[in-house]
């Protein structure tokens, strides 16, 4: 079982950055693909970015590509998203999310993910 809590979150303006936060509990931290997807009200929660379990391969949606980085430190059990140029469409909640995996690669369906965070609320104002 793992435990996943975002932080980070906040207000800020258009054009902005923020560094979010995503630190996991257990041992194991490892072996998951971490992923970030976000959420707006009365929309399905989708994809962001996602890192592998190394560090190594990543991947990221076309509405973020250029902007936003992943990353990961497997000794302090944390994945990190950067977040530059902010635009107001990326205002959502923010989830982390952890895929158990053998496999050094990266995932982007949000069914495929095990153990999901309570989220952050990202509000980027114009």
């Known amino acids: 079982q793992v435990q996943l809590v975002e932080s980070g979150g906040g207000l800020v303006q258009a054009g902005g950055s923020l560094r979010l936060s995503c630190a996991a509990s257990?041992?194991?931290?490892?072996?998951?693909?971490m992923g970030w997807f976000r959420q707006t009200p009365g929309k399905e929660r989708e994809f962001a970015a996602v890192?592998?379990?190394?560090?190594?391969?990543?991947y990221y949606a076309d509405s973020v590509k250029g902007r936003f980085t992943i990353s990961r430190d497997n000794a302090k059990n944390t994945v990190y998203l950067q977040m530059n140029s902010l635009k107001p469409e990326d205002t959502a909640v923010y989830y982390c999310?952890?895929?158990?995996?053998?496999?050094?690669?990266?995932?982007?369906?949000?069914?495929?993910?095990?153990?999901w965070g309570q989220g952050t609320q990202v509000t980027v104002s114009s």
């Open positions: 999310a952890a895929k158990l995996t053998t496999s050094d690669r990266w995932y982007r369906g949000r069914y495929e993910y095990d153990y």
């Open positions: 257990g041992r194991t931290f490892s072996t998951y693909a």
């Open positions: 890192i592998s379990r190394s560090g190594g391969p990543t």
